[in-house]
């Protein structure tokens, strides 16, 4: 069973810059496709970014794409978020979690998310 932290969110301004982290349990994960995906207030859960295991493929969600970075450390069972140029409507709780391959659908059960506000 993988067990997912995430970390790395906060108050920023609009336009500024935040790293958000997911440390993942197990000895799997190098064999895994990551996401990570956001819920506004309100809202449902969208998806935002998925990376392969090997960390050569990634894909983005188009009012992401350009501005957000994903990556992954296998080495440290840990997959990134760099998100640059924020925007108030990046205001979410952040969350990774596996993905099915070929696909922006998430599986398993989530971490706590992190909370990301960007103010105006």
């Known amino acids: 069973q993988v067990q997912l932290v995430e970390s790395g969110g906060g108050l920023v301004q609009a336009g500024g810059s935040l790293r958000l982290s997911c440390a993942a349990s197990?000895?799997?994960?190098?064999?895994?496709?990551m996401g990570w995906f956001r819920q506004a207030p309100g809202k449902e859960r969208e998806f935002v970014a998925r990376?392969?295991?090997?960390?050569?493929?990634?894909y983005y969600a188009d009012s992401v794409k350009g501005r957000f970075t994903i990556s992954r450390d296998n080495a440290k069972n840990t997959v990134y978020l760099q998100m640059n140029s924020l925007k108030p409507e990046d205001t979410a709780v952040y969350y990774c979690?596996?993905?099915?391959?070929?696909?922006?659908?998430?599986?398993?059960?989530w971490g706590q998310g992190t909370q990301v506000t960007v103010s105006a």
């Open positions: 979690n596996r993905v099915v391959a070929g696909t922006t659908s998430p599986y398993g059960s």
């Open positions: 990376i392969t295991p090997n960390g050569r493929t990634t």
């Open positions: 197990g000895r799997s994960f190098s064999s895994l496709g």
